[in-house]
C-alpha cells in the first residue's frame, strides 16, 4: 500500500499513536541516537545514523533471564523475567538497520527461538526513512543486498520527496499505524511516486563504497583461512569492541550472575553484549584460547560476516552500514580488506 | 617542518642493516587520507611513511602490544622495535621506562616535532566540513592547517581544528628520542586547564549529574583500556576472569579470583570502572587523549585524567613521563608531601 | 518454562562420587530432576548445569540415556563454576538445562566392533555410549577399550573399569612407570599402536585432550582406520548451548549445536580453532 503524508502532518499522527513507546533520532554530542520521545513533529534534516544500531531495541546490552534466590528453607527458586509488554515504534530507521533486524532473526527466531528476542522483536514496529542523500560517507549497502530505499525488516518506509513523505505501507503492522491516523494519509499521484522513482536512483549512484562482488567473497575467504593479511591489517588493532558492538548484525553475548546478596543468595541471571574481539571471548577454563591472537579475531568477524553465515544461511551477514569502517579508532577497513583478498587470487 | 624524507630515510637504513626488526610509524589509511598505524618490516615500505595532522595515534601502544606479543614466542627476535614518536608518546615511552616494563635499548626512537601544530580532531573537521570528506590533511605555515575538499585548498587556524589535548600540550618535542626531526618550538598553551576548572566551578549537584551523563552512555566496549599504553596490565580489575591463566593455576586459584565489577553497562558498574581506571592512571597518564579520540560514545574520559594530572603538579609538582629516572609518583614517600588530606 | 532456553530445570545431586583426587580432582554427581520428569538426551550429548550464583558449564553427560534413574555427570575441577560444584553436597540443587548436540551415530553402528580410546576426563563422554552398547550388546560386534591417564591414581571410574574386564577388553595405560603397575606404560596412542586394532567392520570412538586426539588419529590411521571409522568430539567455550551467543564455533558450525561428535571426515574439513 501507497500513501502520502504530509510532512507537516507528521506530528498529528505520531500524536495519535500515544498507546506506543515511540523513539525517534535525537541528538547527542554531536551523534545521533535512538532515544524516547514524547512528540515527534518532524524528522531532523541533518540527521544522519545512529551511533549504536536499532539492534539495541531487541538485543539490548542487558537483557535479565532470570531472577533466583535461595533462602535456604525452600531452596533454590528460579524467577523468569521477560521484557516488558510495549509495543514500541522506532522512527527513522535506515535500510541497514531494519535489515540487521532482519538477519538477527534468523539466527534468534529459527531453531529454539529465543523468547527474548521474539517479544521485542514482535513489539518493534519500524517506520524506516529512505536514504537520499546518503547519511554516511561509508555506506556501500549496496554490495551486500541492500540498497537506500530498502523495505527489508520494515514494517513502513517513508521516503522524503519535498513537502511531503511517500509512504510504503509494508506489513499488517504498518497498516495498523498508518489506520490509527488514517486522515493525514493521502492517495500518492504519478507525480508522487516519480519523485520518489528519480530520488531512488540518484541515490544509488551516490556511493563512494563498494565491496566489488561481494557475493564472490565466500568462494575466495574459503582458501584464505592461512593468509597473511590477517596478520597484516590486525597489527594495529586494538582489541576493543567498537567494531562488532556498533554493528547492526553483531550479536554475541555473554551470560552471566549478578548477585544483589550472597547470602542468602540472591541475584540475577543477565544476558550482556560481548565480543569475538575481546581475548577472553574464547578462552577456556584451562587457559587455552582457539583464537589466541588479534589477528585469528579479525579473521573470525570478517569469515563470519562474509563466510561462515553465507554457508548457513545463504546471505551475508553484513548490511553495509559502514560503522566499523567509520568507527574503528585504527582504520581497519572490512571494504578494503574484501576487495584486496579479491586481488590477492587473481 | 619535520622532512618526512629523512624520517623515510632513517627508517630504510635502520631496516636494511637489519638494526631493527621493525619499524612502527603511520602509513596512509584507506578512508579520506587519514594515517593509520602500521608496522613497517621491509626497508623499501619504509617510503610509505607519513608525517601529517592525522597521525593522532599513540604509537608507544604498539612497544606494548609487541613486547607481549615477543613474550608468547619461543624464539623471539630481540633485535630493538623503531617507533616513530610525537611529543606525547615519548612521554608515555618515558612512563614505560621508568615503571621498568620496557629497557631503553629495546626502542629506537624515531621523535617527531609537532612544532607549533599538533594532530586533528576528526569531530571538529568533521563539522567544519558540514560532513564532506577530506581528501588531505596536511600542515601549513604558522601552525596552520590545510585540508583539501573535492581538490579544493582550505586553510584552518589551529584553535579551529586542533585536538583540546594540542591545544593544551607544552610538550610538542620528544622528552626522549634517538633522532629527531622537526624543530623544537617553547609552546606556552594558554590555560591548560580550563576545563578541569570550569567543572569544578559548578555544584556537587550539577557535577554527579554530568558524570552521570556521561557514565550512562558507556557501552563498555573498552577502547580506551585498549588504546592507552599505561594500561598494559596482564590482569586488569575489571576483567571477569583471569588472563594469567598458566598449565599449573589451579581451580581455586581462577574460583576465587574476584568479580570486582559486573561485565553490564549499568550506571554503578560504568562508574567503578572509569574511575579505578583514572586512580590507576594518576601520575602516569601523559594526556595523549587517545582515550577520548576512540571511545565511540565521546564521554569526557579525558577531563578526569586532567583533572587527576592536576592534582599531581599541585599536590607534588609531579609531571608524568618527563623523566624516565625519576621516582614514579605513586610509588615513592617524601618527606615533604603534602598530608593534609589524612585526618 | 519449556518454550525458554534460557532457563535452567532444578536437579538434586543424590550421590556424588570422587573419582580422582589431588590436584585436578574429578568427582562423579549423578542427579534427578526435582520435577520428576526425564532429562531425554542421546549419548555425546551435553547439558548446561548452574551453580546458581556462580555460572554455568557445559559439561558431557557420562550415563547412557537408558539409565532412567538418574543422569551422571563426571567433572574435572577447573574454574569458578566446576569449583563450586565441587564443594557441593549430596542433596543440593543445581540448575540443569539441555541436553545439547548431535551425540553420537549409534544407530549408524549397528553390527560394528567398537574401540574406544579416551584419555583422563575424555572418557566421560564415551562411557555413556560404551554403556549403552552394553547394555544391547546384540546390537553391536566387539567392544574394547582403551584408556589411560598421567598416573593411576588419574583413572575415573576405577571400580567400573574393573568389573568392565570380564565382559570385554580394557587396555590400560598410564604415562609413567609406577610400582605395581602391570598394565601398559606410555601414552594412549602407543599403547592402541602396541595392540593393533583391527580395522575391519571398526568404529573408534576417541575423546580426551587434543594433543592426545591428535596422535591418536595418526595411530589408527596408519593401522588402516578410514576417515569415516573415526569419531571424536570437541570442546569449546560455551555460553548459549543453542548456537546463538557466538563464541564456540568452528568454521560454519557451532559445537554446541552442530558438535560436539564429530567424524575425523567431517572435522578435519573445518578451521581448527578448538
Known sequence: MEKILKKSDLGKWVGKLSAFDCYAPTKENDHWEFNQVTYLDSLPEDYTQVNVPLKKVVLPNREVLFNFEDNRNGGPHIQEVLPEEKEVVVFGVRGCDARGVALLSKIFSESSPDIYFERRKNQLYVVGLSCYPLPGDNCFCLSVGGGPFSTQGMDILLSDIGRKYFVEVLTPKGEKLVELGWEFFAEPNDQDRQDRLRREKKAQEMFNLEIHEAEKKAGVLHHLFEDKIWKTESFRCLKCGICTYLCPTCHCFDIADELASPVPLQGKRVRVWDTCQFPDFTMHSSGHNPRPDKSSRLRQRIMHKFLYFVETYGEIMCTGCGRCVSKCPVGIDIVNILNRVESHEG | ?343 | MKDNPYLPQLARIVTIKEEVGGSRPIKSFRMQLLNGHRFDFKCGQCAMISVLGKGESMISISSSPLERDYLQFSVLKMGRVTSALHEMEQGSIVGLRGPYGNGFPLEQWTGKNLIFIGGGIGLAPIWSVLQTALRQQNDYGQLSLFYGARTSSDLVFKDELRKLKDTLPVYLSIDVEEPGWTEFVGFVPQNVADKKPSPDNAIAITCGPPIMIKFVIKTIQELGFQDNQIYTTVENKMKCGIGKCGRCNIGPHYICKDGPVYSWAKLKTLPQEY
Open chain 2, 1 to 343: 617542518m619535520v622532512k618526512i624524507s629523512d624520517v623515510r630515510q632513517e627508517a630504510k637504513r635502520l631496516l636494511e642493516k637489519g638494526k631493527v626488526r621493525g619499524v612502527v610509524g603511520y602509513v596512509p589509511g584507506t578512508r579520506g587520507g587519514w594515517a593509520i598505524p602500521y608496522l613497517i618490516q621491509e626497508a623499501e615500505r619504509a617510503e610509505q611513511l607519513v608525517w601529517d595532522p592525522t597521525c593522532v595515534h599513540n604509537l608507544a601502544l604498539f612497544v606494548v602490544e609487541e613486547k607481549k606479543e615477543q613474550a608468547k614466542q619461543k624464539e623471539p627476535d630481540k633485535r630493538p622495535l623503531a617507533v616513530m614518536v610525537k611529543g606525547c608518546d615519548s612521554r608515555a615511552i618515558n612512563v614505560l621506562l621508568q615503571e621498568k616494563f620496557i629497557n631503553r635499548e629495546e626502542v629506537v626512537l624515531l621523535g617527531v616535532s609537532c612544532e607549533n601544530s599538533g594532530v586533528v580532531d576528526r569531530r571538529k573537521i568533521t563539522h567544519l566540513l558540514h560532513g564532506q570528506q577530506a581528501g588531505e590533511i596536511r600542515f601549513g605555515d604558522n601552525g596552520n592547517i590545510v585540508v583539501v575538499v573535492n581538490s579544493e585548498r582550505r586553510i584552518f587556524d589551529p584553535q579551529e581544528v586542533l585536538a583540546d589535548r594540542c591545544l593544551e600540550c607544552q610538550y610538542n618535542f620528544p622528552v626522549v628520542f634517538d633522532y629527531f626531526y622537526g624543530e623544537k618550538i617553547k609552546k606556552t598553551p594558554p590555560a591548560p586547564y580550563a576545563q578541569v576548572e570550569k567543572l569544578e566551578s559548578f555544584s556537587l549537584e550539577k557535577r554527579r549529574q554530568f558524570w552521570e551523563e556521561e557514565m550512562a552512555r558507556c557501552l563498555r566496549c573498552y577502547a580506551c583500556r585498549s588504546v592507552c599504553p599505561m594500561c598494559y596490565c596482564a590482569e586488569c580489575v575489571v576483567d571477569p576472569i583471569s588472563f594469567a591463566v598458566e598449565p599449573t593455576t589451579t581451580a581455586e586459584e581462577k574460583a576465587k579470583k574476584i568479580k570486582w565489577i559486573e561485565k553490564s553497562p549499568l550506571l554503578s558498574e560504568n562508574f567503578v570502572y572509569h574511575l579505578v581506571r583514572a586512580i590507576h592512571l594518576a601520575g602516569r597518564c601523559v594526556d595523549c587523549g587517545e582515550c577520548e579520540r576512540v571511545c565511540p560514545e565521546g564521554i569526557s574520559i579525558r577531563l578526569l585524567n586532567k583533572k587527576l594530572e592536576r592534582e599531581a603538579l599541585r599536590l607534588f609538582n609531579y609531571v608524568a613521563g618527563t623523566d624516565s629516572q625519576a621516582p614514579s609518583l605513586l610509588s615513592t614517600f617524601q618527606e615533604t608531601d603534602p598530608e593534609d588530606f589524612i585526618w
